[in-house]
């Protein structure tokens, strides 16, 4: 079941230029992140990502980030910004992948607080390591927007597979467009929020559900 809220109210203005990404909130707000400018990382906007963390902020504390087409990193960063225990990018762009880890470096992150794999998002989804059952995931999902008609299939595969696997109290956070209908996911509440043109979806792993 999809909830969809419309959120119309004006947001921040996004920054001129290519290269700038602010982290947000928590320890690090205000610092910046490079972006390498390829069109083909597509970063979550600054006054959406804001949005997201208005909603799953708090959650963030204690969880561990899993930031699945992480381009930038910058979901992953703002998750360990606000508390996250560790956190988790995979990004098979190897030159983007490594910016993630020049970021977390710039960031001066705790040592082995971090993890960047070079792969696919569907790949790790079916192979990754055994995780820590006792630590709640916040699953960020941000991929190309076609992903969701192109590969549909491995789309939801992937986050049907995350979310049985998720320990209780995880949360996932997808960013689509608006032309994505949330109700083919997996059976539990989504709330959709549009922040026009990207639409995020907010689920939250609750009493085995």
């Excluded at 606000?82 to 710039?106: Q, S, Y």
């Excluded at 390591?129 to 995931?137: G, Q, R």
């Excluded at 922040?195 to 009493?207: L, S």
Aim: with cysteine; proline share 7%; net charge neutral.
């Amino acid at each position: 079941m999809a909830k969809r809220r419309s959120s119309r109210k004006p947001l921040l203005p996004e920054e001129e230029g290519p290269t700038r990404l602010r982290i947000i909130g928590g320890v690090w707000r205000g610092r910046t992140i490079e972006y390498s400018g390829d069109l083909r990382t597509r970063p979550m906007k600054n006054r959406v990502r804001e949005a997201v963390y208005n909603l799953v902020g708090i959650e963030a504390k204690g969880s561990h980030a899993i930031d699945l087409f992480a381009g930038t990193g910058a979901l992953g960063l703002e998750a360990l910004s606000r508390g996250a225990l560790r956190a988790t990018f995979i990004e098979r762009h190897i030159p983007t992948a490594k910016l993630i880890r020049a970021n977390i470096e710039a960031l001066g992150a705790e040592p082995n607080t971090t993890e960047v794999l070079t792969q696919s998002a569907f790949i790790w989804a079916r192979r990754h390591e055994p995780l820590d059952p006792h630590v709640p995931w916040l699953v960020l999902c941000s991929p190309p927007f076609s992903f969701y008609l192109e590969r549909r299939d491995e789309m939801l595969a992937m986050i049907e597979r995350l979310w049985e696997e998720a320990p209780q109290n995880s949360v996932f956070v997808l960013e689509a467009d608006e032309n994505y209908d949330f109700t083919g996911l997996p059976e539990t509440e989504w709330d959709v929020r549009t922040y026009h043109p990207a639409v995020i979806g907010v689920a939250r792993k609750r009493n085995g559900v």
